[in-house]
């Protein structure tokens, strides 16, 4: 499926940063964090697949809409319960919108979708904005990812990167100023250097902002792209390239692309791999990712909460795994449960961040 997913995605190219698509029964989608508000201004419908009634009905026949928008990193794992929740539902119709971690907020603070995906916690800013408009929600871990960062398979100097050095290529004063890898250590090479990311209302920039740099944020002049085909392509064609994004698309393109390993808070240089993500020794850039569920839709459309139940039903944790990201631990994903069962509404992150906190702690 995970293949699937994202040869979808290179068909369809991000089309003026778009993303509209049907699912059959055996559809794909695509991968990794990007869109902004302007450019995702439509859903990606995920239709209802034909299947058999009465085993629909066995399931549950769970009946009715349920909106998902948000996190493009996130979105293959909504896509991924949406197609086997409406194969088992047939009278359900799953719909899954990129518009980027921000852009989602902004249509869930409005009331205009049930289910936000995010690849970093809601901001206070957001948070703001669902109480102006009486919206409660429950706030969802599904799944770890680790940032990761790219460069060009002829690059032999940047095995392994200190965070000191991503944040003295991407901060702020960068800009205009930094432009050779040997001024960011007198031992690489006179390369110029060219960077590319996701744009600014990608979960995942603002996760990379927040690990790295201080509140200048970082410098406006790389490529930035609603479309990780568009990054990959620049750092495979670029000698000098670097770039970021989440683990699950490092994953589909690590034959045409070389992963740095970052020293972690222990001085030892890490590989982002599912054991190092899930054990934390992948830092700074390990992260937890999440949906937020309106408390309204839970109570009022019995088809969320059958929706929310099957997405943390251990018994679909396979797709989690499949489409490229790291499961919850057992534990992790008892307090989850224990959560939306008690229907336990705000944010567990203080100012919106989960930069090195524990989410069982949290919890």
Known sequence: MKLELLLKRQSTGFLAGVLALTLAACGGAPADDAATDD???????????????????????????????????????SEAMAEEFMA?????????????????????????????????????????????????YIEVPVAYDGLSVVVNPANEWAACMPPAELTAMWEAAAEGSVDNWSQINPEYPDQALALYGPGTDSGTYDYFVEALMDDDGSRGDYTASEDDNIIVQGVQNDEGGLGFFGFAYYEENSDTLKSVEIENSDGECVAPTAETIENG??????????????KAAIDEKPQVQAFVDFHLDEANAGLITEVGYVGLPAEVLEKTKERVASKTVGS??????????SLMDKL
């Open 39 to 77: 450019a995702a201004t439509d859903d990606a419908a995920t239709e209802e697949p034909a299947t058999d009634d009465a085993a629909a009905d066995a399931e549950g026949g769970a009946e009715g809409d349920v909106l998902v928008d948000g996190s493009s990193t996130v979105f293959p794992i």
């Open 88 to 136: 088992a539902n047939s009278g359900a119709r799953v719909t899954v919108g990129v518009s980027g971690s921000g852009g989602g907020f902004k249509k869930f603070c409005a009331g205009e979708t049930d289910i936000s995906n995010a690849s970093r916690p809601i901001k206070e800013s957001e948070i703001e904005l669902c109480a102006e408009n009486g919206i409660e």
């Open 281 to 294: 020794t992948y830092n700074p850039l390990s992260r937890p990712i999440f949906f937020y569920v309106s």
């Open 348 to 357: 567990i992150f203080e100012g919106g961040s989960s930069v090195g906190v």
